[in-house]
């Protein structure tokens, strides 16, 4: 089933609001699994909390 949504763009987020997102501390209920895995992936590639996403369990082993 693919329940990604398709109006999230993390890259028009700043890097702070998307860590909250990730890390739990700001719910967005419309958010699904594929839009919170967007957000990992575009922190990642700023290279922005990598260790905190580390920590997390969140960060892909490839990055």
Known sequence: ?????????????CSRKLWRLVAGQEQQPQLDEGSLRSAVAELAERRTYLTELERLGKLDPRH
């Open 1 to 13: 089933m693919n329940t990604h949504n398709e109006t999230f763009n993390p890259g028009a987020l």
